[in-house]
Nanobody, 118 residues
Framework: QVQLVESGGGLVQAGGSLRLSCLVSGRIFRATTMGWYRQAPGKQREWVAGITRDSTTNYADSVKTRFTISRDNAKNTAYLQMNSLKPEDTGVYYC????????????WGQGTQVTVSS
């Protein structure tokens, strides 16, 4: 069973930055496309960014040019660098293995809360 542990969230002012981390248990990490997702209050969870096993990246239009996803296969960890944060980026951020059409492949971890104040 894959376990996902997100960290790095916090409270930041608009325009600030945060770096999220996602530690993944198991040996599948190197062969897996990883994705970051978020859920804002009262809204459905949405896909934010993805990175393939060969580090090809893809982003939702709302975060393109502001967020950067990366991975360290030696550490079984995926990252999300978030710059120029906006209040609408507020939510709980989750990572997961990503299937076709950004479909999450595992049970969710606990997520990490990101709050951006105006």
């Amino acid at each position: 069973q894959v376990q996902l542990v997100e960290s790095g969230g916090g409270l930041v002012q608009a325009g600030g930055s945060l770096r999220l981390s996602c530690l993944v248990s198991g040996r599948i990490f190197r062969a897996t496309t990883m994705g970051w997702y978020r859920q804002a209050p009262g809204k459905q969870r949405e896909w934010v960014a993805g990175i393939t096993r060969d580090s090809t990246t893809n982003y939702a239009d709302s975060v393109k040019t502001r967020f950067t996803i990366s991975r360290d296969n030696a550490k079984n960890t995926a990252y999300l660098q978030m710059n120029s944060l906006k209040p609408e980026d507020t939510g709980v951020y989750y990572c997961n293995a990503e299937g076709s059409l950004h479909y999450p492949l595992n049970s969710w971890g606990q997520g990490t809360q990101v709050t951006v104040s105006s």
